[in-house]
């Protein structure tokens, strides 16, 4: 009526019993020695083949699934763990992927030791890549979320692997909780990153002398920058900062001769000349003037030249050619006629 039956003990049967313990030994071959076409994607999870009579074994002892093993090189004192993939393999062995041949130290047919655990959820994993190359990864966490899928179990110090755009990705596990393994199926876990091996924490770049809210510290600035490209004779002749002239309307007669040769004789601004001393000698044209990218220079008052024949107090002389002459004619409407002649 129970489904069951009575041992000698007076214990019921089937799931009353309790479970027994797992503890085989297998010789250890990576995926690519499994007989047919070798499973890539294997490679890159902690689930391994085992053969048909460990799961009979598995059965008898009453070992509920989903199963987790530890397995252990005696010969090197390393372990690991995972899962069961496939109960495929040829009776003696079980087929593993390659980075937990690495984790184990062991060679291809080496003896190892399997066992079942009961291994408690994980709630954390702190992951450190083992090359800058994960930093071409533009989501982390889609990409880890994927492939953490293919593993049921993860261990301290283990190097697992994932493949990302054809490429192998390897990253170590510094850290896991809430034990040293853990069981990763149905879980939500939490992944934090270490700097990948290899990377280097770029320089800051130096900030300028003179401050951002200086505006003396900037002007003089630009003044060393343009000045360095002056010749020392031009520099003596002009400012490269000096003051702004406004532009006034001139009379109907032009200049007189007194602007007149000074314009001819010099092109320097009328700030930078009354701050020139008298025994410093003219100037014939200024060196050419490269201003930094974003600033304009405006430092040159340019008169026009006098009219050829003017007099002395700016008068035209009898000589001086006529431009223009000629009188107005105003239309006006006579009285008496409404129309204009």
């Known amino acids: 009526m129970f489904g069951g039956f009575m041992d000698h003990g007076g214990q019921f049967g089937f799931g009353n019993q309790r479970p027994g313990s797992f503890n ?28 048909p009579s460990a799961l009979m074994k598995l059965t008898g002892l009453h070992i509920e699934n989903p199963y ?15 899962g069961v993939l496939e109960f495929v393999a040829e009776e003696g062995r079980v087929y593993v992927p390659r980075w937990m041949m690495a984790s184990l130290g062991a060679a291809e047919g080496q003896l190892i030791k399997i ?14 890549p083992q090359s800058v190359d994960f930093l071409e990864i533009s ?39 809430p034990a040293n393994s853990v069981n990763i199926l149905d879980t939500d876990l939490e992944v934090d990153f270490a700097p990948p091996v290899g990377y280097v924490e770029p320089t800051p770049m130096a900030r300028g002398a003179a401050g951002s809210g200086s505006a003396v510290g900037s002007l003089n600035s630009i003044r060393d920058e343009v000045m360095q490209h002056v010749p020392v004779a031009a520099k003596q002749g002009w400012d490269a900062l000096g003051a702004g002239q406004k532009l006034k309307p001139s009379s109907h007669r032009a200049t007189t001769a007194a602007s007149s040769n000074h314009a001819v004789s ?12 008298a025994s410093t ?6 060196a050419p003037l490269r201003v930094p990218l974003g600033q304009l220079f405006f430092g040159f008052d340019i008169a026009a030249p006098a009219a050829a024949g003017d007099g002395e107090n700016g008068e035209a002389g009898d000589d ?11 239309l006006k409407t006579r009285k008496g006629k409404g129309r204009a002649k």
């Open 139 to 177: 989501d982390p966490k889609a990409v880890l979320e994927r492939a953490f899928r293919n593993y049921s179990t993860l261990t301290i110090g283990d190097i697992i692997s994932f493949e990302y755009l054809g490429k192998q990705r390897d990253v170590k596990l510094l850290e896991v909780k």
């Open 320 to 330: 001086a050619p006529v431009v223009f002459k000629g009188e107005g004619n105003v």
């Open 266 to 277: 010099s092109s320097t601004s009328a700030n930078s000349s009354k701050s020139r001393s």
């Open 115 to 128: 066992t079942n655990k009961v291994l408690p959820r994980g709630t954390f994993v702190k992951i450190e």
């Open 281 to 286: 000698p003219d100037v014939v044209g200024p």
């Open 68 to 82: 987790f093993f530890q397995l252990t090189n005696e010969a090197t004192g390393k372990s690991t763990h995972g």
């Open 24 to 51: 085989e030994y297998y010789r250890c071959f990576s995926n690519a020695f499994m007989p047919g076409k070798e499973r890539e994607n294997a490679n890159h999870g902690s689930k391994i083949f085992m053969p």
